[in-house]
């Protein structure tokens, strides 16, 4: 799972910084191989830091990471594999 091709949404490329979109791929890479087809990532500002909340279901999963930036941004990004190929996008274009 999360072994095909991978897509990202128009919302997804206007909104998140390259970085950040890398960032969230590698955090998925890094899970065990029993992982939920469906990751959830909360971005919030945290004072000037960049608050990740990453989620899943089955299994239960929860990481959250914080770092510094100069423009922290806020957005609930869901990526779903459904076997033929993972896309990312932000969850009002669900």
């Excluded at 955090?27 to 959830?40: A, M, N």
């Excluded at 960049?50 to 510094?68: C, D, N, S």
């Amino acid at each position: 799972m999360f072994n095909n091709q991978r897509y990202l949404t128009c919302g997804i490329q206007a909104v998140i910084p390259p970085q950040l979109q890398a960032l969230l791929w590698n955090l998925i890479d890094l899970l065990p191989p029993e992982r939920d087809y469906l990751q959830v990532f909360n971005l919030s500002p945290f004072g000037s830091m960049q608050q990740v909340i990453h989620t899943a279901e089955e299994p239960g999963y929860k990481k959250v990471l914080m770092f510094p930036t100069d423009e922290p941004i806020t957005a609930k990004i869901y990526v779903i594999d459904d076997d033929t190929h993972t896309t990312m996008l932000l969850a009002e274009e669900y």
